[in-house]
């Protein structure tokens, strides 16, 4: 069965500084990646996504992830990290045809002044 | 182009009673699924529904229910409700299948007192 695993629960950077969060995923073949965030009290949005065009996506807010097969991994990196980018980050994996969403449990990034 | 509308946005519920929430997706989407999200499972996938048939259902009771209607608007009923019901419940649409990712709505927060 196709999962992911995002290695860290909490993650905090300051102002100015690189982001990055780890995810791992588990999948028989290539899979359809996503990372999305959740602002408080608010849905998801997608920043981007895997679809096997190119291993190293861009996306919104200066946001850009790695997929490499080798390690299994997709993790996501940011430059410098703002203060607006304070939120919880899932890394996603879609299944059965790309119907289904399987969400990790999610990362807490947190980013001090 | 407007966006995944779910509507109430809050709704408080006594045990036993039921609910029904409503989702209007993107227009010409005609994939709709729905998640439950809660502190201690996560993001869990309840069903997906295309051209009014359920294509996917998750692990979820019989009290969840859903369905879609020829505009492709969606709506989920819980039965009997109960405390654990309580969590943010999120739709997500998208034109066909999820391999480019789904857009998501802000989400019912159902509170069952």
């Known amino acids: 069965a196709q999962s992911v695993t995002q290695l860290d629960s909490h993650v905090s950077v300051s102002e100015g500084t690189p982001v990055l969060l780890r995810c791992n995923y588990s999948?028989?073949?290539?899979?359809?990646l996503f990372w999305y965030v959740q602002h408080p009290n608010k849905g998801l949005q997608l920043l981007l996504k895997y679809t096997s065009a190119a291993t190293l996506v861009k996306g919104i807010n200066g946001f850009e992830a790695e997929f490499k097969k080798s390690e299994t991994s997709f993790h996501l990196t940011k430059p410098s990290a703002h203060m607006s980018d304070a939120a919880e980050y899932f890394c996603?994996?879609?299944?059965?045809?790309?119907?289904?969403?399987?969400f990790g449990a999610g990362t807490i990034l947190r980013v001090k002044s | 182009k407007a966006g995944v509308t779910q509507t109430p946005r809050y709704l408080i519920k006594t045990r036993g009673q039921q609910v029904t929430l409503s989702c209007s997706p993107i227009s010409g989407h005609r994939s709709v699924s729905w998640y439950q999200q809660t502190p201690g499972q996560g993001l869990q996938f309840l069903f997906e529904?295309?051209?009014?048939?359920?294509?996917n259902k998750g692990n979820f009771p019989g009290r969840f229910s859903g369905r879609q209607f020829s505009n492709s608007r969606s709506e989920m009923n819980v039965s009997t409700l109960e405390l654990g019901d309580s969590a943010l419940y999120l739709c997500?649409?998208?034109?066909?299948?999820?391999?480019?990712?789904?857009?998501f709505g802000s989400g019912t927060r159902l509170t069952v007192v």
């Open positions: 529904y295309f051209s009014e048939t359920q294509r």
């Open positions: 997500a649409s998208n034109p066909q299948t999820g391999y480019d990712g789904y857009t």
């Open positions: 996603v994996v879609s299944v059965l045809y790309g119907n289904k969403l399987v």
């Open positions: 999948s028989s073949y290539s899979p359809s």
